[in-house]
């Protein structure tokens, strides 16, 4: 499973990505907003970190005015991946970007026949919100299952981003489920790496080496 930043700030990014363990980062206009500056800008600085898929939202709601905008995101950087919303404007979008070779990140998906919808249009990758759903007591993890499922029914080469994630075990359950990819803010992905036996299994070792007299391996 590949693993993405949902963030757009450019230090966490940077400082994060220094684990090799980071495949690419998600943006949407919320995260840049908080960000501040120039969003191309941000954007560019970003793909230089992290030589992955970047993902920039349009914010254009209309078919011409999404595609211009998706074409004008997809010149900052070969990394950049098009998020596009999912509606009727959205899909007719999709299909245009796809076949010009943009590749299209369907956002704001709430239920599998939306993803499979996108799919159908030509998306590169689908973003179920898990999180969202979760916030009005709906199981987000639900239609990560059904969409996976559906996917391998009919062989859909489109990959399926778990978005909107809240804490660590919604990651357990992407890779589980068999996502392609989950994008989580920096504070998930930090709390993915610690384990307090981890720390505490580390101090010891440390302290028996200590108290044995032995010092730095040279
Ligand atoms: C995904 O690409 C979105 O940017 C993101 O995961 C939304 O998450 P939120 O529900 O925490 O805003």
């Known amino acids: 499973m590949r693993i993405f930043l949902d963030t ?15 495949d690419g980062v998600t943006t949407n206009p919320t995260l840049l907003a908080q960000q501040g500056g120039d969003p191309l800008a941000v954007l560019k600085e970003i793909c230089t970190i992290v030589q992955g898929d970047v ?40 299909r245009v970007l796809s076949r010009e070779g943009i590749r299209v990140n369907t956002t704001l998906i709430f239920t599998p026949i939306q993803a499979l919808l996108a799919a159908k249009a030509g998306a590169y990758i689908v973003s179920p919100f898990v999180g969202r759903l979760d916030d009005i007591a709906h199981r987000g993890m639900q239609v990560i299952r059904q969409t996976v499922a559906i996917f391998r029914n ?42 307090p036996l981890t720390d505490i299994g580390l101090e010891r070792f440390l302290k028996d080496w200590q108290s044995a007299g032995y010092g730095r391996i040279l």
């Open 8 to 22: 757009a700030n450019v230090d966490e990014i940077r400082r994060l990505a220094a684990t090799g363990v980071i």
């Open 154 to 195: 009919y062989q859909v080469k489109t990959q399926v981003l778990v978005a909107s994630i809240r804490h660590p075990l919604h990651v357990l359950e992407a890779a589980r489920l068999g996502a392609d990819i989950a994008t989580m803010p920096t504070k998930v992905f930090e709390q993915l790496l610690k384990h």
């Open 55 to 94: 993902s920039a939202e349009v914010v254009a709601t209309q078919h011409e005015e999404m595609i211009a905008e998706a074409r004008r995101l997809a010149a900052l950087d070969p990394h950049i991946v098009v998020k596009i919303p999912m509606t009727a404007e959205g899909l007719r979008s999709i």
